[in-house]
């Protein structure tokens, strides 16, 4: 360690200690005043998150016999009755709804469109946005500013604005993308009529919006590796590709998997795209989960349905969440 | 730097240069013909080969939007929410993350802690009984019901917490001794401190909000009080899709992002990176 590394080592040790400290140190002139800092939080989580997320898993239970009359739904909350408080129009049915999304083919097919969607879409965005940010990160690089600027201008763009772009550009019959396929001697491609290619246009336009997104988390981690490794590594007389895979791939492996997780969670929950590109179509072969849960509570007012859905999507994401940390974590 | 920097071979850094280019290009068709179309004559929009340049319709375009949906009301409501939403919620943030930051009390630690395993609950699960929440409270259809729920935001705490840590506790315990009240130093000092935290922060809750789409929806029913995303998803779901005019009014929900993301390109770097 050179004399300027340690004294740079002990100057972060003294702001920590300073910083720890300071904390302790600082006492308000009236005791009471940080609770009433924090209670505007506490207030609005109590009502509008611990709350729903509560009475979520309670209607889960149930099954709703109100009617939907036309935007309002003719359900209370709690309904008082001689004194005692008792749910409108609801029936307990126990574990009634979990068992039926099993059987719910149209429920089993949202999951699998879901599923393919993020697998067609995420391991290429991933490779992408690495090997841009690995481009940005060469020594030699000169304008890495500008580059990552235009390359990150689509996180700018709002989901169902950008959504429509592609709802016009992949048209099937004049749209531009079969145009252009068609030009350069490629047969055009049936984005709108089958299942398959519905799916990979959602595919493709959440490439579109979130590369940049994502190259900029990997370009910040890539920043962040010691040169020093690499050093090291040429005086071992590494290559360029044992650099990469020696120091690079398990130094960027935190902010991979962080990228992975968040493009997973992101990919489960899919609605706005799905919604204005591909309408869920054809004959259902793009309905995302979060879709079919909206359908089902606001078309179908099955609320209680609905909020099964919405819990199955919950355990579902957690667990996948869950799972990719245990395998990219070791 | 050290001496034994080697170099790379000119065919290599060109090959990225050329690979970055075609990424830049790929990132820019889109919103290249986003402009194109939506600057085109309904007429000129369907034939082939299709236009490469814009043409000088866009003006009609969008009174013809306007004609059919009030699209602009819907601009001014996305404007108007996320503005309102961003400066309660930055002060409210601000004023939590100065408490966890600058104070000692009983259960700090805890309460903090309890803030952030709240990030991670997905707001779909909050969506059926916030809407039947709304109802009863009589909010159903109003923008309050679009600004209420989101104000205290974890993320937002967060960051705002780990900025203040900063803050030298000398200046405070200076006001305290020049007479300041407890108030008037989160206001006068903390928070001038922390101007590109805010800054970084308001970009994220702004986008935050002006990007909500699923609750807006369960929420609005008048369109004259319809944010941009519900906008756009009404003009697309009609039989009749006019392709022009959904063009025209996604280059008005886009374009200002962009000419605001240049402008204050740091903050939104910074924003997007912290926000996850």
């Known amino acids: ?330 | 730097m050290s001496t034994t920097q080697s170099k790379d071979p000119l065919p290599v850094r060109f090959a990225v240069y050329i690979g970055l280019l075609v990424i830049v290009a790929i990132t820019f068709v889109p919103l290249y013909w986003m402009i194109v179309a939506a600057s085109l004559p309904q007429e000129e929009f369907f034939t082939l080969p299709p236009r490469l340049l814009p043409g000088t319709h866009f003006v009609e375009n969008v009174q013809a939007l306007e004609a059919r949906f009030p699209y602009l009301r819907s601009v001014w409501n996305s404007v108007f929410v996320a503005t309102v939403y961003t400066i309660i919620s930055l002060f409210l943030c601000a004023l939590a993350g100065f408490a966890f930051a600058k104070y000692e009390f009983a259960y700090r630690e805890p309460l903090f802690y309890f803030i952030l395993a709240t990030l991670v609950l997905p707001v779909q699960i909050m969506v059926i009984p916030m809407y039947l929440l709304m109802a009863q409270l009589g909010l159903l259809d109003t923008h309050l019901a679009l600004i209420l729920p989101f104000l205290a935001n974890p993320v937002g705490i967060f960051l705002m917490r780990q900025s203040m840590l900063s803050i030298p506790d000398s200046w405070l315990d200076a006001a305290r001794i020049d007479g300041a009240s407890e108030f008037q130093i989160f206001y006068r000092i903390a928070l001038p401190a922390m101007k590109p935290m805010l800054a970084a922060l308001a970009v994220i809750l702004f986008i935050s909000q002006w990007n909500m789409f699923l609750y807006p929806l369960v929420i609005l029913e008048s369109e004259e009080l319809f944010t941009i995303p519900l906008a756009i998803e009404r003009l697309t779901g009609h039989h009749r899709i006019y392709f022009d005019q959904i063009m025209a009014a996604a280059t008005i929900a886009i374009i200002p992002m962009i000419v605001l993301f240049l402008w204050l390109q740091d903050h939104f770097v910074r924003g997007f990176t912290n926000s996850m």
């Open chain 1, 1 to 330: 360690m050179s004399l300027r590394d340690k004294r740079r080592v002990q100057s972060v040790k003294t702001r920590l200690r300073t910083t720890r400290n300071g904390v302790r140190d600082s006492l308000p002139s009236f005791p009471g005043v940080p609770y009433l800092y924090i209670l505007p939080f506490y207030v609005l989580f109590a009502l509008f998150m611990a709350f729903p997320v509560a009475y979520t898993f309670y209607l889960s239970f149930f099954r709703y016999h109100g009617r939907g009359s036309g935007y309002i739904l003719e359900i209370d909350l709690f309904v008082v009755e001689a004194g005692v408080p008792r749910l409108s129009n609801l029936e307990f049915v126990g574990l009634a709804n979990y068992q039926r999304l099993f059987g719910d083919a149209l429920f089993l097919q949202s999951v699998e469109n879901t599923i393919v969607v993020m697998l067609l879409q995420m391991p290429l965005m991933v490779l992408v946005s690495l090997l841009v940010a690995l481009m940005l990160n060469a020594k030699f690089m000169q304008y890495s500013g500008y580059f990552r600027t235009a390359i990150a201008l689509p996180v700018t763009a709002n989901y169902v604005a950008y959504s429509a772009i592609f709802l016009v550009m992949f048209a099937e019959n004049f749209g531009f993308i079969n145009y252009m396929l068609g030009a350069a001697g490629l047969p055009t491609v049936p984005w709108r009529s089958d299942g398959f290619w519905a799916k990979a246009s959602l595919a493709v336009a959440l490439d579109w919006r979130w590369m940049g997104y994502n190259m900029l988390i990997l370009f910040a981690g890539l920043q962040g590796i010691d040169r020093r490794l690499y050093e090291a590594a040429e005086i071992d007389g590494a290559n360029r590709w044992e650099k990469f895979r020696y120091v690079t791939l398990p130094q960027l492996r935190p902010i991979m998997l962080f990228v992975i997780i968040l493009s997973t969670i992101g990919s489960l929950q899919l609605f706005a795209e799905p919604m204005v590109i591909t309408d869920g179509g054809p004959a259902n072969q793009s309905i995302t989960v979060v879709m079919y849960m909206y359908q089902e509570a606001f078309s179908r007012f099955n609320l209680g349905y609905a909020s099964a859905i919405t819990y199955a999507l919950v355990v579902f994401v957690t667990i996948l969440a869950y799972v990719q940390l245990k395998i990219g974590g070791e």
